[in-house]
């Protein structure tokens, strides 16, 4: 890839001379997609972002809000889609190694991860194998560094065959004084390099990012892609901490896309100011470097920090101390130019805002999507039932999440498994719960309402264990916008996402936007990943396991659509989608009280599989569930906004939350476990007991 030609013709019209071969690739690098948005800007103006609660809102490394006027959470949400397709393990642990850095740029400790992984047909060998090493590169990363990972989802599609998504968020703890911004302060400070050497690894991964997998990508594009070292990682959060507890940094930027050229042209552009720096100073890997790959080389585990000069000898004791290679590369400067020299040489010299910011919009065509015709197949009921529950996209993801490391840090309250994690945040008294994901299916079936569902999933979630939903952070993924067909799905999950998040109160505070993912098997399904935090008043939550002694009610209506619906998916068919709640907002308040009620034993949410699939994960040995649904569609439909409660006081769920909510019986728990199920207008009943209901659910365990 190489400067587009009306791109090249604006630089050189801006600059009045052509650019040099370092500047042409700063250019392509910080203007493409990946970096500049320059597809999806326009649009992302309708996510509502301002809230009492939101201290730092999008643009920065991460996001940040407030629990109390003490405790900070910094938050944000990254993607490392193509490098995970070429090199599944390195490609997914530096994912989660570039979101933890946006989290400790913000002078934040990191707490807790939460990834969102989708692959192809589990059925084929490929996305296996991609599952498999990504998995094995999340857990290693993770694991190494210390921070637990609590939360997440799984899914497999036919649609991320030749691309696969890894979306991964993070959260770090952080109050006032220790807040750290990414706008540099000063003219006269210096720019300190922190971390490991530079290589050329990484080379061009802004602008790789911005185009679609060829064919042979795995091997033409693995110079792209960057190799992770979580033990450095590990010392520079350690280091960060020090660095934050001393007052030592004006500002931070992380390097990622882009590399150095990008950090900290981003970095001085945002405080209008400029930046003169060599690069012969930074500290390298290999020898033979030339200015281009060390201003642009993705090396990982690396910071800029903008120092006083004062400061700049305690800095390097620490990094020091730290075992971290260090290096002063140049100071920032009044003249809002970002200057570059190498070899006796000004190899860089452009205007800061210009080359960070100055990427001109695409006004791209749309083709707006419609949603299918009815098509529903025949249900044979156990079949049906035997079929959804034992999919890879229902199934347990077990497999997934014990290869991670959820319990370090002794804040873990839930662990993975439920409806969401909860993290003891003590020093606000209270419990800080994240979940994250979408449902392809679903926007696969209607890219708005999939979308707009999937805000309303997402706080559905939360609110079943009593959480209140605070903020969210999106990573929304889509195919090559040039094509008009994807790009109005494209508009419409983001359009749906924003309307959601409107309707339920819930500000968009960050995220990330990852375009192209397109290979030669064609585009992925829309997907608009969400990863959304909400605070109880305490570490405790009720289950999604039944106890065995309560009665079982829906929170939400039957209905019979199966648009977007696993069964769908399994067996063939088409349907619109469940039409959604009119007052959302009012839906979550009900079952957060429901789920917060004393007598309230177990909770949870009605997604993907639909109630089937609810029910047979609140079954389990020692607590089985009897149910009635009114018919096999309601039983399979996955409608957002409900969720399923065990209770032992039906009447006082009623009169909590029966004005804003309907109420429905569902059966009995009992205490012989297992699952039975009948269906009113078929009249027939189906029985598993827990055994049976684990092997069903088992298909992940065949991995690995």
């Known amino acids: 890839m190489t400067l587009a030609e009306p791109d090249r013709e604006r630089v050189t019209e801006t600059l009045d001379r052509e650019p040099t071969r370092p500047e042409a690739a700063l250019f392509e690098n910080l203007w493409s997609e990946h970096c500049a948005y320059r597809s999806s800007r326009p649009l992302l103006g309708a996510f509502e972002s301002e809230g009492e609660q939101v201290v730092v809102g999008p643009g920065d490394d991460a996001a940040v809000v407030s629990l109390d006027e003490d405790t900070y959470v910094a938050f944000g949400i990254e993607s490392h889609n193509h490098p995970s397709y070429v090199d599944p393990y390195d490609g997914a642990a530096t994912g989660v190694g570039g979101i933890v850095r946006d989290i400790i740029s913000m002078g934040a400790y990191p707490i807790g991860l939460a990834d969102s992984l989708y692959v192809g047909d589990f059925a084929d060998e490929h996305p296996r194998y991609l599952l498999e090493g990504i998995v094995e590169g999340i ?49 006269g400070n210096k720019l300190v390099l922190v971390g490991n050497a530079t290589g050329r690894d990484g080379l061009g991964g802004a602008s790789f990012a911005s185009e679609d997998l060829g064919e042979d990508a795995e091997t ?38 882009a590399g150095l050229g990008g950090a900290s042209s981003e970095l001085v552009a945002k405080g209008g100011l400029g930046a003169d720096i060599d ?28 120092v006083r000069p004062e400061h700049v000898s305690r800095v390097e004791a620490i990094a020091d101390r730290f075992d971290l290679g260090i290096s002063v590369i140049g100071e920032t400067t009044d003249t809002g130019r970002y200057v570059c020299h190498f070899d006796g040489e000004t190899v860089v010299d452009v205007p800061a805002v210009f080359v960070a910011d100055g990427a001109p919009m695409n006004d791209l065509p749309t083709i707006d999507p419609e949603q299918p015709e009815p098509d529903l197949p025949e249900i044979d009921l156990r079949e049906a039932m035997e079929t959804v529950l034992a999919s890879p996209n229902t199934a347990s993801d077990e497999w997934v999440y014990r290869q991670y490391d959820h319990e370090v840090g002794a804040r873990t309250a839930m662990r993975p498994g439920d409806d969401a994690g909860i ?140 648009g977007g619906a696993e069964l769908l998916s399994q067996l063939g068919g088409a349907d619109r989608f469940p039409e959604l709640p009119e007052n959302p907002s009012e839906v979550i308040e009900a079952i957060i009280e429901a789920a917060s009620l004393e007598r309230t034993t177990a909770v949870h949410d009605v997604s993907d599989g639909g109630l089937a699939v609810t029910l047979a994960e609140m079954a389990h040995e020692a607590g089985g569930v009897d149910a009635t649904v009114p018919s096999a569609a309601a039983l399979f ?10 209770t032992t006081d039906r009447e006082g769920l009623v009169d909590a939350v029966g004005d804003r909510i309907p109420v429905q019986s569902l059966g009995t728990t009992t205490t012989a476990g297992g699952l039975s199920v009948t269906v009113a207008d078929e009249d027939e009943t189906i029985n598993y007991d827990a055994a049976q209901i684990t092997e069903f659910r088992s298909t992940l365990e065949t991995l690995g």
């Open 139 to 187: 857990g290693d990363y993770g694991n190494s560094i210390g921070v637990p990972t609590i939360a997440g989802s799984t899914r497999f599609h036919q649609g991320y065959e030749g691309n696969p998504l890894v979306n991964v968020a993070c959260v770090g703890l952080v109050d006032e004084q220790r807040l750290v911004t990414a706008e540099a302060s000063a003219p």
């Open 220 to 257: 033409e594009d693995r110079p792209a892609v960057q190799v992770g070292d979580p033990y450095t990682e590990k010392l520079l959060i350690e280091a960060n901490e020090v660095l934050i507890d001393e007052g030592l940094i004006e500002s931070a930027r992380d390097l990622g896309a």
């Open 279 to 306: 690069l012969e100073k930074v500290h390298l890997r290999e020898t033979g470097m030339n200015a281009t790959e060390i201003l642009l080389a993705e090396s990982q585990e690396r910071m800029v920090y903008e």
């Open 423 to 562: 993290l003891a945040i003590r020093e606000a008294e209270t419990g800080l719960a994240i979940t994250s994901g979408t449902e392809p299916t679903w926007t696969d079936t209607a890219p708005y309402e999939g979308a707009y569902a999937t805000a309303l999933e997402n706080a559905t979630n939360l609110a079943a264990k009593g959480a209140s939903p605070l903020a969210t952070v999106d990573c929304v993924n889509a195919g090559n916008p040039e094509k008009p067909d994807v790009y109005g799905e494209f508009a419409a999950i983001v359009d749906g996402l924003a309307d959601g998040c409107s309707d339920l109160d819930v500000p968009v505070v960050g995220g990330n936007v990852s375009l192209y993912n397109d290979s030669n098997v064609g585009p992925i399904p829309p997907t608009p990943t969400l990863a959304m935090i909400g605070t109880t008043p305490d570490f405790d939550a009720p289950t999604l396991a039944v106890e065995g002694e309560g009665e079982l009610v829906l929170l939400g209506a039957f209905t019979e659509q199966l």
């Open 637 to 646: 439909s996955e409608a957002p906004g409900r969720v399923v409660v065990e």
